[in-house]
């Protein structure tokens, strides 16, 4: 019995202070104006040569070619090899 009247003292200690510390609060002030995220200013990438965009160009073809007959793996890597050297 000495608990419960214990636990009910302190509890009512406890939520005492915790109104006084709501009544004691500021409202947050509103902000001035939304303000839009400004989106992070991508680096652009350097022009290709020409040869490089010919290896490009074969790299694709190549890719295809290896889609069309369907290989994975290890054989798709040795085919897409084979097409680039030639």
Known sequence: MKHVVHLMIIGAFVFSFAQSGYAQMSTPAAPAAPVAPKAP??????????????????????????????????????????????
């Open 41 to 86: 200013a991508m680096p652009k990438a350097p022009a290709m040569s020409a040869g490089e965009m010919a290896k490009k160009a074969k790299s694709k073809e190549c890719s295809a070619k290896a889609d069309e007959q369907k290989l994975h793996g290890k054989a798709r890597k040795e085919f897409r090899a084979k097409c680039m050297a030639s």
